[in-house]
Every structure is written in structure tokens, then in C-alpha cells.
């Protein structure tokens, strides 16, 4: 079955910078576009990025652009999130996901906390 499983959350200051990696099992990897959600509390999930399934094309929510970057490695089934540059409203469980036939997939999601 499908597995997502996200790493990489933690404590982190102001301006700092953190990746995110997320491991994944249970389908064809290389065939699917990937993305990362996250959801603050008390606010509902929002996307946060979306790579194809190559790698060749990427787009980011607003909030995040210039900032955050996506990527993957089909040969290892991952796919990372860049963070930088990040901000107390970065506070967030972030989450893996898998769009596919009609179903979503979610991983349990990593918590990062941005604070001084």
C-alpha cells in the first residue's frame, strides 16, 4: 500500500533554513506528481508546492515563492522541500502528497516551528 513518511521538522530561528524529505513506498514513484501541504493551527491544509513527475516543472504557493523549493529523486523515491529564509507564519505540520485516482495520500506529517 502507499507510504509517505516525512523527516526533517524541528525547531528553527527566524531566517533559518530546514529540508524536508519524504520517503515513498507503494506505487510507481517516477509516474506521479508529488506535493507538500501544510497546515498551521487552527487554519485549514494548504498546498505549499507541486513537482511533476520528472521533475521538470514546479509551482509554489505565493507565500512561499523564492523562498521554498521542491524536488525529487526517482532513483530514491524522494522528494524534499527546501525551506529558507523562513518565517514565524512557516509554523506548520508539513505533509506529503499523493494525488491518485482520485484519492488523496497523506504521511503524518513533520512539525516545523519557526521562533526565536
Known amino acids: 500500500q502507499v507510504q509517505l513518511v516525512e523527516s526533517g521538522g524541528g525547531l528553527v530561528q527566524p531566517g533559518g533554513s530546514l529540508r524536508l524529505s519524504c520517503l515513498a513506498s507503494?506505487?510507481?514513484?517516477?509516474?506521479?506528481?508529488m506535493s507538500w501541504y501544510r497546515q498551521a493551527p487552527g487554519k485549514e491544509r494548504e498546498l505549499v508546492a507541486s513537482?511533476?513527475?520528472?521533475?521538470?516543472?514546479?509551482n509554489y504557493a505565493d507565500s512561499v515563492k523564492d523562498r521554498f523549493t521542491i524536488s525529487r529523486d526517482n532513483a530514491k523515491n524522494m522528494v524534499y522541500l527546501q525551506m529558507n529564509s523562513l518565517k514565524p507564519e512557516d509554523t506548520a505540520v508539513y505533509y506529503c502528497n499523493l494525488y491518485r485516482r482520485d484519492m488523496d495520500y497523506w504521511g503524518k506529517g513533520t512539525l516545523v516551528t519557526v521562533s526565536s
Open positions: 513537482i511533476s513527475s520528472i521533475g521538470t516543472s514546479t
Open positions: 507503494g506505487f510507481a514513484f517516477s509516474y506521479n506528481v
